[in-house]
């Protein structure tokens, strides 16, 4: 009843060949350059949010000895230490493998970046400035975003592979 019947795998040889070339590129460069392009959008963002401070405009104070003070300066400066002051360790962000995550350390050397990101009393301690959260609120946009932007970087590379 059985009958004998010839199949030549040649093409799904070749196929697998392909899939593996694609296996190994994925483990390695196509998941770092993934973490590169999040981290490089995770810092246009946090920069574009981080406010910048600009100073003039009027002056009003009271001196040690009692004399109020008040002027209206003329040079209305724009800041942006704290803005320009966001990198990547090293400049070229340097992925760090923890088990299964992946890490990629960003900071800002200005003392008061936390200041600004979480809020802070006056400084006479009788109120608050609240956070901006420039960070926090960036952090939530791009971890709600990466999963479909993997999903179709994965998708391109896939489609790479069948061709």
Not at 36 to 54: H, M, Q, S, W, Y
Request: include cysteine; charged fraction near 30%; charge should be positive.
């Amino acid at each position: 009843m059985g009958k004998n019947v010839k199949v030549d795998i040649k093409g799904l040889e070749e196929f697998q060949k392909r899939f593996e070339k694609v296996n190994r590129s994925l483990r390695d460069e196509f998941i770092e350059q993934c973490a590169k392009e999040l981290t490089a959008r995770f810092l246009r963002k946090v920069i574009k949010r981080t406010p910048v401070g600009v100073y003039g405009g009027p002056v009003d104070f009271v001196t040690k000895d009692g004399k109020h003070v008040s002027f209206i300066a003329k040079a209305n400066k724009t800041g942006g230490t704290l803005r320009r002051a966001w990198t990547k360790e090293n400049k070229k962000p340097e992925i760090i493998r923890t088990g299964s995550w992946l890490r990629v350390k960003i900071m800002n050397s200005t003392e008061y970046a936390s200041y600004v990101e979480y809020g802070h009393r006056t400084p006479g301690g009788d109120g608050w400035v609240p956070g901006k959260f420039m960070m926090t609120i960036s952090a939530q946009e791009i971890q709600s975003m990466a999963p479909a932007f993997l999903r179709k970087k994965l998708e391109a590379k896939l489609r790479e592979a069948f061709k």
